[in-house]
């Protein structure tokens, strides 16, 4: 049981409410560092636990069970966080909403079906999907971490002198510019990440319900 891919999917399993954590024991930045942190490292367990039971010929029933639940409850915690950082903002809300939803729904659906369950297997669209929420996430995470950085660099600073800061007009001492554009590239790149992976999950989990349909019926 206490295999090496095993622990590594119990510490992704406990590492996804500590992300919400960070939120309420720290100050930002340093709570958006640690959640980018947390969540970049228990996503790279995800690959690292599967390839090692593969490899080492350790898969298991437990790592079966518990290596689902460990992606969802890190995904859905972490939207949770999202959408509460960014103020429930629509464009975060429903995608997260969507992606929610369908976890919710085919985690149903696979307690209903039972061992049927087991014969439905893991799409490459659906494992594309998991990769394009976890990049959108831990650059969403990102998004505030440019922000405070932005906002103390140009504390006391008029206007115009931002502005010109900004349109290169002026010399940047602090880098500004730079965190800026960080910024707004980790913002709208995270975004677009988000709804592809929002329609990836809505796709999947139609061709899941689709699959599982013949057996609903029985």
Do not use: C
């Not at 972490?78 to 429903?94: C, M, N, T, Y």
């Amino acid at each position: 049981m206490w295999s090496l891919p095993n622990i590594l999917t119990v510490i992704r399993l406990v590492a996804a409410p500590m992300v919400a954590v960070m939120f309420l024991y720290f100050t930002r930045p340093y709570a958006d560092w640690a959640a980018l942190v947390l969540f970049v490292g228990a996503a790279l367990t995800d690959w690292v636990d599967g390839y090692l039971a593969r490899a080492w010929k350790q898969e298991s029933k437990i790592g079966a069970m518990l290596d689902p639940i460990a992606d969802k409850a890190m995904v859905v915690i972490a939207l949770l966080v999202l959408a509460s950082v960014f103020g429930l903002d629509a464009v975060i809300l429903l995608p997260a909403a969507l992606i929610v939803f369908r976890e919710v729904f085919v985690s149903g659906l696979r307690e209903f079906l039972g061992d049927v369950a087991g014969t439905l297997k893991v799409t490459k669209l659906a494992k594309w999907k998991t990769t394009v929420q976890m990049l959108a996430i831990a650059l969403l995470f990102a998004v505030g971490i440019f922000e405070h950085y932005l906002v103390m660099g140009t504390a006391g600073m008029d206007g115009e002198i931002v502005s010109g800061i900004l349109d290169a007009t002026l010399e940047d001492p602090s880098h500004l510019r730079l965190i800026y554009h960080g910024m707004y590239v980790t913002w709208y790149s995270g975004l677009a990440l988000l709804w592809i992976a929002a329609a990836l999950t809505i796709i999947t989990g139609a061709d899941y319900f689709r699959k599982a349909l013949p057996h609903l019926r029985d």
